[in-house]
């Protein structure tokens, strides 16, 4: 990290959760899962093989940051995110249920979202 750490509130969970439909949407990509706790966040997507994960991550921090900068303004070290996070690819549809389940069960999440349940 470059500076000290985040933790975001339910308004900036609100402001993520409907800018990571939107850039999933977007993109085409299936949004299966989401979890936004006030210092980290999961995300269970489906994309097709030939986009890598760090793109994945990329465009989401990309998008949702800039969404963030526009209603609270910039971070004063210039990121809302750390330096990395998981791209992990999940196997099967049994990695992927398991995934979403996990995602479901988060500890006091400020939302969770998962596909269908909206």
């Not at 986009?51 to 963030?68: K, M, P, T």
């Not at 004063?76 to 479901?104: C, D, F, H, K, M």
Request: a neutral charge; hydrophobic letters at 45%; charged letters at 20%.
């Amino acid at each position: 990290m470059k500076g000290e750490s985040i933790l975001l509130a339910p308004d900036h969970a609100e402001v993520l959760m409907a800018e990571f439909r939107r850039t999933a949407e977007f993109r085409k990509w299936g949004l299966s899962a989401a979890a936004i706790m006030a210092n980290h966040v999961h995300l269970v997507v489906a994309v097709p093989d030939v986009v890598a994960g760090e793109r994945l991550l990329q465009e989401f921090e990309s998008y949702s940051s800039r969404v963030l900068n526009q209603q609270y303004g910039a971070r004063p070290n210039g990121s809302w995110w750390t330096r990395s996070g998981s791209t992990r690819v999940l196997p099967n549809q049994e990695a992927v249920e398991a995934a979403i389940e996990y995602v479901r069960c988060q500890s006091r999440p400020l939302i969770v979202w998962l596909a269908g349940s909206v």
